[in-house]
Nanobody, 127 residues
Framework: QSRLVESGGGLVQPGESLRLSCTVS????????IAWFRQAPGKKREGVVC????????NYADAVKGRFTISRDNANNRAYLQMNNLRPEDTAVYYC????????????????????WGQGTQVTVSS
């Protein structure tokens, strides 16, 4: 069955970095767009970044531009989120998701576009 598993979360201090991984099983990442979402305590889940299936288009939320980088490794069926210069407001559960409907351009505005989701990994930024 289709499955996405996030890993790499943890507790860090402001200014530090984390690298999240999303491991996909049950289907190939080829032809799939990938997105990272996050949900902070008491807030709605929000899109953070996505990358199109062909890897040629990325779309970052303003809050993370210049600090976060999404990447993908189709050969190993994995995607990554490199998070630098973390801030307390980045504290959230981070989810990866896959979509088969975004071959060239991607967007994370409609969660219904994303057919498979991971269970999430906690990121806490605190001094």
């Amino acid at each position: 069955q289709s499955r996405l598993v996030e890993s790499g979360g943890g507790l860090v201090q402001p200014g530090e970095s984390l690298r999240l991984s999303c491991t996909v099983s049950g289907f190939s990442l080829n032809g799939q767009a990938i997105a990272w979402f996050r949900q902070a305590p008491g807030k709605k889940r929000e899109g953070v970044v996505c990358i199109s299936a062909n890897g040629g288009n990325t779309n970052y939320a303003d809050a993370v531009k210049g600090r976060f980088t999404i990447s993908r490794d189709n050969a190993n069926n994995r995607a990554y989120l490199q998070m630098n210069n973390l801030r307390p407001e980045d504290t959230a559960v981070y989810y990866c998701a896959a979509s088969s409907s975004m071959p060239i351009r991607c967007g994370y505005y409609y969660e219904t576009d994303w057919h498979s989701w991971g269970q999430g990994t906690q990121v806490t930024v605190s001094s």
